[in-house]
Structures are given as C-alpha cells and as structure tokens.
Nanobody, 137 residues
C-alpha cells in the first residue's frame, strides 16, 4: 500500500476557504502519475463518501454537493494532490481522507470509491489517516 499523509485541515468560518494536501511516499508499485487519486470525507454519524477524484490524465470528477466549490489539482513532480475548498459550508465539516488506487470498474454497491450512485467505482486500496475540517456558522 502507498503511504499517504494529509495536511491542511483546520477550522474556518462559513464562506471561507481551505487547501488540503496529500503526499504519497513509500509503497508505490507504479509511477505516481498513473494513480487515480481522490479525496473522501466522513462526517460524524455518516458513512464515508467520495468527494473528488483526479485520474492520471488529469480528468477530474466531483460529488454534486461540492461541484463548483472544490477542485483537485495534482503535482506529479511532488507526488502530491490538493483539495482546494472554497465557499465552505457547515455541512462540509468532516474528516477528509486521501486515497490512491490503480483500478476502475464495476463493483458491488458497498465496495469502491464513488462520487455518484452506480456500479462504476474506483478500487482505492491505499488511504491516509485523515485531516479534520470544521466549518463554523
């Protein structure tokens, strides 16, 4: 598994911005540039949900709830992805996790990294320990 370390979490007021970072270090079995890299979040009492993903070719996907407010750039020279979060809302409060994987396909509903309902998902087999984001109203 790839070692992923997140940073950048904190507390900001509603309407503010934060930028999270995730650095991949050991455990890479392929060039970092071909990994699917993503961000997921888990709010208290809720299931973890995919937020954003970037493929090796730069293609991005976002959960509807963050579309237009979050972006997920990557810097392959630094083995790093970011999550730029703008116009933050109290319901964005959650632990944010970085994830990495190499496979995409059809998986059962209770398996895989998804940004929307459906059979297609990413098999993210490496996860970081998370960074906490708190949005105050």
């Amino acid at each position: 598994q790839v070692k992923l370390v997140e940073s950048g979490g904190g507390t900001v007021q509603s309407g503010g911005s934060l930028r999270l970072s995730c650095v991949a270090s050991t455990g890479l079995v392929a060039p970092y540039s071909i990994y699917y890299m993503g961000w997921a979040r888990q709010a208290p009492g809720k299931e973890r949900e995919g937020v954003a993903l970037i493929a090796g070719d730069g293609t991005t996907e976002y959960r509807d709830a963050v579309q237009g407010r979050f972006t997920i750039p990557r810097d392959d020279s630094k083995n790093t992805i970011y999550l730029q979060m703008d116009s933050l809302r109290p319901d964005d409060t959650a632990m944010y996790y970085c994830a990495a994987g190499l496979q995409w396909g059809n998986y059962p509903a209770d398996y895989g990294f998804r940004l929307a309902p459906g059979p297609e998902a990413y098999n993210m087999d490496s996860w970081g320990n998370g960074t906490l984001v708190t949005i105050s109203s």
